[in-house]
């Protein structure tokens, strides 16, 4: 809402700036489902506060980015489940270390051209056909209502910021970026910290980690044992 309210109150700023949140998001939040549902929230907050209706050219311009780009920025960053997945196989199959700044930065022009062309696309696909409304001071009143940051949101903004900075020094100091988002994770645990508890833990859904983690390791697994020559050779002998 801080964002969004200092972006101005046309529906070209609103739309771009939702976009830059996609793209926001996706730094700190590596489900493209999650940044979906939480972002689809802000977009119904909007298209209420600006006086538009859901159906409008306005409402279905703000969804179609939260959607797509939303499932987009986590192939061009080393966030989601694909672009890690193609990052171990790219150094597998070269050898070469591939790190997350290196990635970031390689794919930084092609996030700023997307971000401009899904804007612009956008903006010629749904074109708004009525004024937004001055919704500036409802913007400003849910700011009002969240108040001001308190502990937890600020040591959680520590986290989230340190764990950011060691992603993007990696080629410095040569972690990995899934090493860091574990000792970070457990990091969390520590009575110093507590950021997490152990209720927490026991909310977490340990299924798709698991799933993944054993699909993997099967790939691996018939690759060194020539498993998967075999299967090829008499499947399509």
């Known amino acids: ?94 050898g070469v270390k591939i790190y997350w700044a290196r990635w970031f930065l390689a794919f930084l022009p092609a996030d700023i051209l997307l971000m ?28 009002q209502e969240l108040g001001a940051w308190s502990k937890a949101e600020k040591k959680a903004g520590i986290i989230l910021a340190l764990l950011l900075g060691l992603w993007m020094t990696d080629a410095l100091h040569h972690v990995a970026p899934e090493v860091v988002c574990i000792g970070v994770c457990l990091a969390c645990f520590l009575p110093g910290i507590a950021a997490l508890s152990g209720d927490d833990l026991k909310k977490l859904n340990m299924s798709p980690m698991l799933f993944t983690g054993a699909a993997l390791s099967l790939g691996a697994v018939m690759g060194k044992t020539k498993a998967n020559e075999v299967l090829a050779r008499y499947m399509f002998a």
């Open 1 to 94: 809402y801080l964002i969004l309210s200092k972006t101005g109150a046309s529906y070209p700023a609103v739309l771009f700036s939702m976009i830059f949140l996609t793209l926001f998001f996706n730094l700190i939040i590596p489900s493209a489902l999650a940044r979906v549902a939480v972002l689809a929230v802000v977009g119904l907050g909007l298209v209420e506060a600006f006086g538009a209706e859901s159906e409008s050219n306005i409402g279905r311009g703000l969804f179609l980015a939260i959607a797509y780009l939303s499932v987009v920025w986590d192939k061009l960053m080393l966030s989601g489940a694909g672009s890690l997945l193609a990052r171990g196989l790219s150094e597998q199959a070269s």
């Open 116 to 143: 401009v062309l899904s804007w612009l696309a956008l903006l010629w696909l749904f074109p708004a056909r009525s004024r937004l409304g001055d919704g500036s001071d409802s913007l400003r009143k849910k700011l």
